[in-house]
C-alpha cells in the first residue's frame, strides 16, 4: 500500500497575518479565506495528460502527490508551476520542497516519508519564495535522456520550479507581483524584506528582455 510518489510540500508565507487579518476585517470581507478557497478548488479540477494527482491544503500546508512516474514529472512540475503562479497573483507567497518516496494517502489518513524530505527540504533549504527540487529526484530526472525539464530552473546550486515558465507576459501580471514585492521588501521583519529581494531578483532575472516593452520592474 506504500507506494512511490512524487511529492511536493508548500509553506504559505505569512499565512499567520492573512488568517488574522481576515478575522479582524468586517464579517464577509476574508478576502485570503475566499482567495486560497477558489484557488484550492480550481487547481484541484485541472486535469493533465497521464497525471493523477492528489491535493491537500490545511492551515498553511499544502501537500501535492502522484504516483511515480518519470514520464509524468514533466506534468507534475507544471502543476506546481502554475499553481504558485496563480497564488502570487493573489498576493499570496510560497516556497517548499519537491522529492519522492514511500507515500499513502486516503480517507485523511497519510502516512509518508516523502512528506518527511519534503517538508526537510521547504524548511532548510528553500528559505526564499522557490520550490526546491531534491538532488535525488533531480539525478533520476536527468538520467532519462527524453525528459521535459523545461518547468526547472537553477538558483545558484539549487534546483527549483520555473513558476515564470511559459508565463504570459503582461504589464497586470507584473504590476501585481510588483505590488506584493514592495510590501514585502518594506517590511520591518528581515526575513520578511529579503523573501520580497529574491522574488524581485528573479523576476527582473525572467523579465530582463522586456523592460522596454512592458512596466519596469521595481528595483
Known amino acids: 500500500m506504500l507506494n512511490y510518489h512524487f511529492l ?13 487579518a481576515d478575522l479582524e476585517g468586517p464579517t464577509g470581507e476574508e478576502k485570503h479565506f475566499h482567495k486560497l478557497l477558489k484557488l484550492h478548488q480550481e487547481t484541484s479540477k485541472l486535469t493533465y495528460d497521464n497525471l493523477d494527482f492528489s491535493l491537500t491544503q490545511f492551515s498553511d500546508s499544502i501537500i501535492i502527490s502522484a504516483p511515480f512516474n518519470l514520464e509524468t ?20 507567497p510560497v516556497r517548499g520542497g519537491i522529492t519522492f518516496g514511500k507515500h499513502f494517502h486516503k480517507d485523511g489518513f497519510l502516512f509518508s516519508s516523502a512528506l518527511i524530505d519534503a517538508y526537510n527540504i521547504e524548511s532548510k533549504l528553500a528559505r526564499f519564495p522557490r520550490i526546491v ?61 529579503e ?23 521595481h528595483k
Open 8 to 20: 511536493a510540500f508548500i509553506d504559505i508565507l505569512g499565512y499567520s497575518n492573512m488568517v488574522k
Open 195 to 217: 523573501k520580497g529581494l529574491w522574488l524581485k531578483e528573479y523576476m527582473n532575472y525572467k523579465f530582463s528582455d522586456y523592460e522596454n516593452k512592458y512596466i519596469r520592474f
Open 73 to 92: 514529472f514533466h506534468n507534475f512540475s507544471k502543476l506546481i508551476a502554475e499553481y504558485q503562479f496563480k497564488l502570487l497573483l493573489n498576493g499570496i
Open 133 to 193: 527540487i531534491s538532488e535525488d529526484l533531480y539525478e533520476l530526472l536527468t538520467s532519462s535522456n527524453q525528459m521535459n525539464m523545461e518547468y526547472i530552473a537553477f538558483d545558484n546550486n539549487y534546483k527549483i520550479i520555473d513558476f515564470l515558465h511559459n508565463v504570459e507576459l503582461n504589464p497586470e501580471y507584473l504590476e501585481s507581483i510588483n505590488r506584493l514585492i514592495i510590501k514585502m521588501e518594506n517590511n520591518k521583519n528581515e526575513t520578511v524584506s
